[in-house]
């Protein structure tokens, strides 16, 4: 390689780790926002599952649509995602999970949030019930109202087994866990392995603990079937919102990751490509010396 070409791929490659650096930076400070969003409302989650959980096996032989057991042919697919790459392995993780389950059910049609889920939907062939991208990083409960609903309705009306959301779970800045969770139909064994999972390991908010539902009796007013029609969409939209908040924090987190490896690298071959140029170059000057004290020996 000509010592200009060299010179040329050090330039880039020092310009392309100023991009990197950039990126790692801006992606820090989303990522502290997104887990500080995600961790906070943990607690809230644990305590609407918590609640429900007691509810529902207090409540036994009250039915409900979103309760009861289907034979459908079907499953729904929530698939979250991010709409951007360079973020590692945080999206090719969840849809690994999302293979798994094409292979393993019969028909499964997909709710996705998020560009990578959308791309990934049309290239296996699935069908795409709805489809939600540039999801704020700000996004509220309020803002995924209308997708819960529509998931409800779907899940009401079609001839569907169940309704599974499939998502990456932050468990720290370096470790992500892509997780799969069966949202409906609800039932007090899964919401309580949903909520026993969401009280962190570690940090300020570790300290809230999940303890399994027992049977009560509950004064109910007006009465269960009201309370539960009003209450269960609610915590299908927490469930939902809550996984959105967890990739969130998983995508940004693993972007930081991702670039600031990017960066280092971008150091270590700006490194031997300047060692390979310096080497190059003196063994140039030493051929040119040589190639002088040769003609001057010869000339005498």
Do not use: W
């Amino acid at each position: 390689m000509a010592l200009k070409q060299i010179k040329n791929k050090i330039v880039s490659t020092k310009k392309t780790g100023k991009v990197t650096k950039a990126m790692e930076s801006v992606s820090a400070v989303k990522m502290r926002k997104s887990q500080e969003r995600a961790l906070s409302s943990r607690p809230y989650v644990l305590g609407a599952t918590a609640m429900l959980e007691r509810l529902i096996v207090g409540s036994k032989g009250v039915s409900h649509p979103l309760m009861a057991a289907r034979t459908g042919s079907k499953v729904l697919a929530v698939i979250v995602t991010s709409d951007k790459g360079l973020a590692g392995s945080v999206n090719s993780a969840v849809l690994k999970q999302a293979e798994r389950l094409f292979r393993s059910e019969g028909t499964v049609d997909v709710v996705a949030f998020g560009r990578k889920a959308v791309e990934f939907t049309r290239r296996e062939g699935k069908k795409l019930i709805a489809e939600f991208t540039n999801v704020a990083d700000g996004v509220g409960l309020s803002d995924i109202e209308a997708a819960t609903a529509m998931i409800i309705d779907a899940y009401k009306n079609d001839d569907y087994r169940s309704v599974v959301v499939i998502h990456q779970n932050f468990l720290s800045t370096f470790e992500q866990a892509p997780t799969v969770r069966n949202v409906l139909p609800l039932r007090a064994e899964e919401i309580h392995r949903i909520a026993a999972d969401i009280a962190p390991r570690m940090g300020k908010y570790s300290g809230v603990k999940h303890e399994v539902g027992t049977a009560r009796e509950y004064t109910i007013e007006p009465s269960p079937e009201v309370v539960l029609e009003a209450l269960l969409p609610q915590l299908v939209q927490i469930i939902l919102y809550h996984a959105l908040l967890e990739s969130k924090a998983s995508e940004h987190s693993a972007r930081m990751v991702a670039m600031k490896n990017a960066t280092d690298k971008s150091k270590e071959v700006v490194k031997a490509l300047t060692i390979k140029f310096n080497k190059q170059r003196q063994q140039a000057i030493t051929a040119e010396v040589s190639e002088i004290t040769a003609g001057v020996e010869a000339m005498k």
